[in-house]
């Protein structure tokens, strides 16, 4: 299987962001950084979980 990785729209220019892919039953993550280092996979239900606690923390500040 090739897993096609995205770059987050939310990188900046000292390469401080991740990437995700699309598998079949889950989402994958990892640092762009260090690609080589594994990645982290997530059922889409946890993705979703952790998209609303990235977005809640983040209108806290």
Same mark, same amino acid.
Do not use: V
């Given at each position: 299987? *090739?897993? +096609?990785?995205?770059? #987050? /729209?939310? #990188? ?5 962001? *991740? +990437? =995700?892919?699309? @598998?079949?039953? &889950? *989402?994958? *993550? $990892?640092?762009?950084? &260090? !690609?080589? /280092?594994? %990645? =982290? /996979?997530? /059922? !889409?239900?946890?993705?979703? $979980? =952790? @998209?609303? %606690?990235? $977005?809640? &923390?983040?209108?806290? %500040?």
């Amino acid at each position: 299987m *090739i897993i +096609e990785w995205r770059k #987050s /729209t939310r #990188s900046d220019d000292y390469g401080n962001c *991740i +990437e =995700l892919a699309a @598998l079949p039953d &889950a *989402i994958a *993550i $990892r640092d762009s950084k &260090a !690609p080589d /280092t594994g %990645h =982290l /996979t997530l /059922t !889409p239900r946890a993705f979703a $979980r =952790l @998209l609303a %606690h990235a $977005r809640q &923390a983040g209108s806290s %500040h």
